[in-house]
């Protein structure tokens, strides 16, 4: 199993360009998660997902968007990139086991947006 | 609300060295809390988890309800063991509140 893959790992953006960064999991996994990292901030959840079709909103949802038409696939989209969305973004997907749950995180995608 | 506060953004010590990287939590139910590692270059991964009162790598974290803490401790400290930990608390649907994490170095 490759787990979770994330694409790109890296990219640079201009104010108000658009992306998708790619999730994908191969564990069939139901619950997927999108989270953002900054320095001395920990990792704060933008977006969630409980199963195909059915997304919604974490703590710092606003300017990105999700949807989910697939176990495997949860993409993030970033409409109008901002400077404040530079920033390391990690994809998870989680199961519940009889030892409890467990999140299984992604490489990463650093982006910068100038 | 929930809360997640590491009050170490920093953490040094010496390989051989006790170490504890403290971690306290606000939630009004039972609470199910983890620790996550992130070592250089590589992606977060679960370290332990209280419901299951394991060691890990030599680690191990007790939950205490009356002080709402969730501390992680190793008696004797490795360079292996430099790393960034972040406690979180796990809510519905397995969503994770986490706290901001602490750096970890272990001097040689």
């Known amino acids: 199993n490759a787990g979770v893959t994330q694409t790109p790992k890296f990219r640079i953006l201009k104010i108000g360009q658009s992306m998708t960064l790619q999730c994908t999991q191969d564990?069939?996994?139901?619950?997927m998660y999108w989270y953002r990292q900054d320095p001395g901030m920990g990792l704060k959840l933008i977006y969630y997902s409980v199963g195909a079709g059915i997304t919604d909103k974490g703590e710092v949802p606003n300017g990105y968007n999700v949807s989910r038409s697939t176990t495997e696939d949860f993409p993030l989209r970033l409409e109008l990139a901002a400077p404040s969305q530079t920033s390391v973004y990690f994809c998870?997907?989680?199961?519940?086991?009889?030892?409890?749950?467990?999140?299984?995180f992604g490489p990463g995608t650093r982006l910068t947006v100038l | 609300a929930q809360r997640v506060t590491q009050p170490e953004k920093l953490l040094s010590v010496f390989k051989g060295a006790p170490v504890e990287l403290k971690c306290n939590y606000s939630y009004s139910g039972s609470p199910e809390l983890f620790w996550y590692v992130q070592y250089s270059r590589q992606r977060l991964q679960l370290l332990l988890r209280h419901i299951s009162r394991e060691s890990i790598k030599g680690f191990t974290a007790d939950l205490n309800k009356g002080e709402t803490s969730f501390h992680l401790k190793k008696p004797f400290a490795q360079e292996e063991d430099s790393a960034m930990y972040y406690c979180?608390?796990?809510?519905?649907?397995?969503?994770?509140?986490f706290g901001k994490g602490t750096l970890l170095t272990v001097n040689p």
């Open positions: 564990m069939n996994h139901n619950y």
């Open positions: 998870a997907s989680s199961t519940n086991t009889d030892r409890g749950s467990e999140q299984f």
């Open positions: 979180a608390l796990g809510g519905s649907n397995y969503k994770l509140t």
